[in-house]
């Protein structure tokens, strides 16, 4: 409660005017009050004056969110809407506590780091007698109603071999692996949940391009999940021990930069690790110099390398006929971090390739904040506006830099009839 009373302030820089409901997508599907940035600013402030209830309609809009900035982005008085909702959860969290699912998986299998390969790995074994192939590349479909899932949600198979797992990533080094009589960029990557457990072929093309365009590459066995989807159901203290835990992970290595394939994660390590680690003053210089080494791996090959990864002759994929390929810009990636041009830059760099701009590209695809896990519904009619603007473009493929992104996207795809492939920017290099 402390905390959010102390954004009380941030709440009060709401002059109403609306601005944000032109572009939140949750307002646009649900069109109720509640549902905007305002509508939930008003509610928080009348909850911090005992006004309403914590419960009920406070605690549902609340939830009602995916944390994708749009109305920060848009706000005239800039008030840091994510941070205030962040804390309302926060707050929720500690007063009702997490749904049992999604607490069991946080404190039991996330928080310690060890039990969630194992768990994973079992159930990529079993994953057969739960859901089945669909018509779909990349996707499967539960065989029955499942609690969460539902009967028709297209998911994604576990990987066989994890991307940690695999012998030509435990092939490299987890310290400093660079040669010292050679000037050359050393870089550690960060895999992410995402491209450990779901997508190791991104993992590997990531590594691959980050060489081929001149880095030492690393990869610290000892990482674990960023602690962003701890942070969005508001179990905060759980995501703080990630932060921490991966902190001193790479803090071991002595890296030039730390690199993500995941929006997500690139956030999480640039933005939130600061919010969760930084007002120990004994962490606060540390996560600083931490944070300011991460780069997504789009700016990392672009801005830092110079894109030399981007040639026909590298890449060995100039050949043939080009496909048409279209770009989503994940929210993460875009509003969070402010990267836009270089995504874009890959594809429009990548042999094969003709990029095609699609309406609306920064609308959100509506998986953050948890959303698509505790509004399923909510979260996939959000997507229904991206499917729609991905039909119109005509593209062959749709490319985006989240795995997270990849996942709800390939679904959406599937659920509303858009004969796209779904892929990250790296895949088509």
Do not use: W
């Amino acid at each position: 409660m402390d905390k959010l009373k102390g954004l009380t302030t941030e709440t009060e820089k709401c002059a109403r005017c609306g601005t944000c409901r032109s572009t939140c997508p949750t307002f646009r599907v649900l069109g109720r009050e509640g549902a905007s940035a305002r509508g939930k600013l008003s509610l928080i402030r009348a909850y911090l004056g005992g006004e309403v209830s914590g419960k009920g309609v406070y605690a549902r809009h609340i939830k009602e969110c995916a944390l994708c900035g749009a109305c920060k982005d848009s706000c005239p008085n800039g008030v840091d809407t994510v941070g205030v909702f962040a804390a309302a959860r926060s707050e929720l969290a500690a007063r009702e506590g997490l749904p049992f699912a999604a607490s069991f998986i946080m404190k039991s299998l996330l928080e310690p780091g060890r039990l969630m390969p194992a768990a994973l790995k079992f159930a990529s074994r079993l994953q057969g007698l739960l859901l089945k192939d669909s018509s779909v590349e990349s996707g499967l479909l539960p065989r029955f109603s499942l609690p969460v899932v539902g009967d028709s949600r297209l998911l994604p198979p576990l990987a066989k071999v994890f991307f940690l797992d695999m012998p030509e990533v435990r092939a490299l080094p987890e310290t400093n692996g660079k040669d010292a009589s050679i000037k050359q960029i050393n870089v550690a990557f960060y895999a992410g949940c995402g491209v450990n457990y779901l997508m190791p072929e991104t993992g590997l093309f990531s590594i691959r391009a980050l060489k081929r365009a001149g880095a030492s590459v690393t990869v610290p066995a000892s990482q674990i999940c960023c602690g962003m989807p701890a942070y969005s159901m508001g179990d905060v203290a759980t995501a703080r021990g990630m932060a921490l835990k991966n902190l001193e992970v790479f803090e071991r290595g002595g890296f030039d930069f730390i690199v993500t394939s995941c929006a997500t994660c690139g956030y999480a390590l640039k933005t939130m690790f600061k919010k969760l680690l930084g007002d120990d003053a004994a962490l606060k210089d540390r996560v600083a110099a931490f944070s300011s080494k991460v780069r997504d791996l789009s700016e990392m090959l672009v801005n830092e390398l110079r894109y030399k990864v981007f040639k026909g002759e590298v890449s060995g994929k100039g050949s043939g006929k080009k496909i048409t390929v279209t770009y989503h810009d994940p929210c993460h990636l875009n509003r969070a971090q402010g990267i836009r041009r270089e995504p874009r830059e890959m594809l429009a760099n990548a042999p094969g390739v003709e990029f095609k701009e699609m309406k609306f590209p920064c609308a959100c695809c509506g998986l953050g904040g948890g959303l698509s896990t505790t509004n399923y519904e909510l979260s996939i009619e959000i997507a229904r506006r991206k499917a729609q603007s991905v039909k119109d473009s005509g593209a062959d493929v749709l490319a985006t830099a989240c795995p997270g992104c990849i996942v709800q996207l390939r679904d959406a795809m599937h659920r509303y009839g858009v004969d796209v492939k779904v892929v990250h920017v790296v895949d088509l290099l």
